[in-house]
């Protein structure tokens, strides 16, 4: 991922912060069912993101700033994100299955000072945050169908903070949505998917403002394609990989080629 934006907070009178970011995800998600149609789920997450970080002047010509400065520099973070428990039902209707989740994610995730805060005062801050630092409802539903050799599957999901943090801080909605398409190849262990996702993000908020050069909300629409290679009783495996076909972004925000993913299921 790629953020640029400008400073006139410290150093020359305008620095152009150009930033690259590696995001790496590990997902873990277990499930126990209570009795047909009702079922727990817990999704945890950790994260790893490095950063990479060169300034420009006003004129576009680099500049060296060894120890970067108070608002980024080239570190690789670690840590546990929110995770979520989850109750599951789910039904079946003719042809149709359906699914509805519904629950919370957990504040277990590192949160941050507040960084606008810090930089007016001239102080070094972090802006990457693992988690949100509020138990945020969580509701879903999916629903699917089988056409012959041809499967399709929609789903969607909202996670709304409801308050701030003990920063101040309250993370902006999330909204996701996808609709995907799955066939069999020659009757084997292999499937194909291709499918759409949208996702939707609102501005978050430090103390009830929005902040000009914070996460000021975005929407993607991106195209995903799967690979599935089933391995007998021992699961499936998957390799995903999504595009973002359009994007529409406020304020200083990040741009990325791909989503690239890798999954075992059992």
Known sequence: MHNEHTSTEDGPPLVWHVQDIRVAD????AEYGLKPG???????????????????????????????????RNETLNGVGDPW???????????????????????LGRTEENPFELGRHGLPHEHIQFGTGTWNPILGLSV???????SLFGS???????YANTHGYRAGDRFDASVVAERRLGGGPWRLQAGLDLAHERAERWNGVI???????RTDLLVSGTLVRQVGAAGAFSLQVKVPLVTDAHGAQVDYPAIIGVAWSR
């Open 156 to 162: 969607a999901l909202a996670r709304v903070p409801l």
């Open 211 to 217: 902040e000009e050069e914070g996460n000021l909300g």
């Open 85 to 107: 428990a989850l109750v599951v039902g789910s039904r079946a209707f003719g042809h149709w299955s359906t699914a509805v989740r519904a629950g919370v994610s957990i504040p």
């Open 26 to 29: 590990v997902v873990g998600v």
């Open 144 to 150: 699917g169908r089988h056409f012959g050799h041809i």
């Open 38 to 72: 009702l079922g727990l789920n817990l999704t945890a997450f950790y994260r790893q993101v490095t950063t990479r970080i060169h300034f420009l002047d006003a004129v576009r010509e680099p500049i060296d700033l060894p120890e970067g400065d108070i608002h980024h």
